[in-house]
């Protein structure tokens, strides 16, 4: 039985590698470089150009925006993909290996704490699940893990910041505040960090563990405050003290709204959008949900409180509480739009954990000699029911017909960029927001908008058809003469 445990284990493994590289390929080499990964390319780019940490300002008045508030992914994402770059590597090859190497560490970590939690099958069932979770809908999307957004290096930050909790609480905060600044919205997560502090501290009595937590917090969280603090200083010494005022204001302004200006949004419609966001029917993700909260509360109550119970609940309690602060705060912010990218930095970093805490319970739930076979069919079927529509999800995205792809924006922008070189164009005016500012980007030149008195006499590039002259058509794009 052991033997056929063992093969069985690593035919699941091997399927969910499989599926992992498949998906990976395809996020760097095969999807098209979209507007939000071209509007934060810029960032890098300008850093390189000796134009300091700063975008186009395509949706803040299409000028030079030093530390603009719009780019919500931030320098422990975009610093490294400018050291990247700094090597004459191709600008979205080498910036998408930054977001695929965040990929990487998530699914690193989810290994060491699901073996922590329940064995080498938690692992499994933990790596399972990010690749079941499927973001590339809507037109806000992520579309794959190399994406150049912050949400995945935000979910795998804070989820090492987990795996060193126990023993290096100082580093799990630095951990934390590097996530807050690859992804701004991984903020929600200090709630949880809060209560993996608590349920982490030593201590017989509530008094002794408060007392205990609080010694143990203020290195932490000073270390938590520290990544945010030296951005903003250096921001400080960049900007000069008006405008950085003026920077807060924004920040604050982007923060409250969260930049968008939509029809008003319910629980239900959120919570409807986040069920049908997985590999498996709405149905069977949330039958599986409810399925995995009864199992683990039924092992918590069985094990009252043993070794076991402890080692999960270190992990169990903050994965919970930091799952409901990102789903309860997007599904309460009616101003907020149905994309499943806003509370996906907790998704991915929580879901997985949770998934690992049920697998430990039917373990616990099924003991005993005459119920083994029980317990690995049961954890089996966790595995097989997330990774095999998981891994349907990673071929079909693959197979299917897209109406873009990466190597055809390259193809249809190549006419383009030689123009942009041949004249010298610093500025083209993307005509609207959506694919055009990926190909102004693609082109070499500074992307705004058409509608920014900023681009007022510059050129504009659009999938449309041009009001005016054209100055150079490349098929699927063109570059008009301004108006």
Partial sequence: MTTARSILFWLLAAALVAAHVVLAWNSLFVLRFWEDEAFNLTVPQNLLAGLGYTSDGTLSGSALTPFDPRISTGPAVLLPVAAVLATGIDPVIGARLVPLAYWGLLLVGFAVLGRRIGGRWAALAAVAVPLAFTTGAGISPIQGPADLLGEIPAAALLVWALVVLPRRAWLAG????????????????????AVALWVSAPGASVRERFVATLKRSWVPLLFVAL?????????????????????????????????????PTTVAQKLATLAGSWSLPEWAAVVLAVISVILIAGALLTTRGGPSAHTVGLYLWPAAVGALAFVGWWATASHLPLWVRHPAPGVFAFFPILTAATAWACGVLLRGRTTRVLAVVATSALVVGIGTGAALHAVTSTTAERWETLAAQRAAVEPLAAWVDENDAAWLAAEPWGAAVSA??????????????AMDGVPRLTGGECAGAVLVDGGRYRICAAD
């Fill in 174 to 193: 630095l951990l934390v505040g590097l996530a807050v600044q690859a992804k701004l919205i991984a903020l929600l997560a200090m709630p949880a960090f």
């Fill in 227 to 263: 990544p945010t603090f030296l951005v903003e200083v250096f921001a400080l010494v960049s900007l000069g003290l008006d405008r950085y005022i003026g920077h807060l204001r924004e920040l604050a302004w982007f923060v409250r709204s969260g930049g968008q200006n939509v029809e």
């Fill in 440 to 453: 102004v980007v693609l082109s070499g030149a500074h992307v705004g908008l058409f509608d920014a008195p």
